[in-house]
């Protein structure tokens, strides 16, 4: 099992830019293909980016292709997802993820640990 605490959320205006970080503890960081999702309010859970488990290979949603960037860094057992002109639809809880798998994957199903969340909101 993995441990998954986000950070970096917060009110940011549209066009402008967010990072979030996310710490894992737990198990071996390196062996996890790690994503992120978000949930808007009254809709499904989403997903946004991921990540496999050397940062050789990544895959977006089309909304953010462009926008947002996730990255690794296993020596920190940390992953990113900075983001970049954003906009309204935006809005929404982040979720960080980790599935024990190299390959990177787009379904919830596919991934076993889930951290708590971090709010990013879009003022337009």
């Known amino acids: 099992q993995v441990q998954l605490v986000e950070s970096g959320g917060g009110l940011v205006q549209a066009g402008g830019s967010l990072r979030l970080s996310c710490a894992a503890s737990?198990?071996?960081?390196?062996?996890?293909?790690m994503g992120w999702f978000r949930q808007a309010p009254g809709k499904e859970r989403e997903f946004v980016a991921a990540?496999?488990?050397?940062?050789?290979?990544?895959d977006y949603t089309d909304s953010v292709k462009g926008r947002f960037t996730i990255s690794r860094d296993n020596a920190k057992n940390t992953v990113y997802l900075q983001m970049n002109k954003v906009k309204s639809e935006d809005t929404a809880l982040y979720y960080c993820?980790?599935?024990?798998?190299?390959?990177?994957?787009?379904?919830?199903?596919?991934?076993?640990?889930w951290g708590q969340g971090t709010q990013v909101t879009v003022s337009s």
């Open positions: 993820t980790a599935r024990d798998g190299y390959d990177t994957r787009r379904s919830p199903l596919q991934y076993t640990d």
């Open positions: 737990g198990r071996t960081f390196a062996n996890y293909a």
């Open positions: 990540i496999n488990w050397s940062g050789g290979s990544t």
